[in-house]
Nanobody, 119 residues
Framework: QVQLVESGGGLVQPGGSLRLSCTTS????????MSWARQAPGEGLEWVSS????????HYADSVKGRFTMSRDNANNRLYLQMNNLSPDDTAVYYC????????????RGQGTQVTVSS
């Protein structure tokens, strides 16, 4: 079955960086668009970014554009999210989602990894 496992979250100070990873199995990763989504405390799920199955095309939410970089390793079925210049507003549980932007709220996702930005 489809499995997605996120890792790399943690506590970081404002202005810091983190790199999230998502290890996938149970589907042909190299044929699927993928997304990252996040859910802040008390808020709904928010789309963060999506990439095409090749990784050549990537889109970002305005709130993270210029600070976050999404990438993928199709040889190893992994997805990444490099997050720089983090702010407290980025505090959330981050999810790796199978599917493009249209599926960020409905596609299969992992258990999430907590990112907390605080001094």
């Amino acid at each position: 079955q489809v499995q997605l496992v996120e890792s790399g979250g943690g506590l970081v100070q404002p202005g810091g960086s983190l790199r999230l990873s998502c290890t996938t199995s149970g589907f042909t990763f190299s044929s699927e668009a993928m997304s990252w989504a996040r859910q802040a405390p008390g808020e709904g799920l928010e789309w963060v970014s999506s990439t095409s199955f090749t990784g050549y095309t990537t889109h970002y939410a305005d709130s993270v554009k210029g600070r976050f970089t999404m990438s993928r390793d199709n040889a190893n079925n992994r997805l990444y999210l490099q997050m720089n210049n983090l702010s407290p507003d980025d505090t959330a549980v981050y999810y790796c989602v199978k599917g493009g932007e249209s599926y960020y709220a409905t596609g299969p996702r992992g258990q999430g990894t907590q990112v907390t930005v605080s001094s």
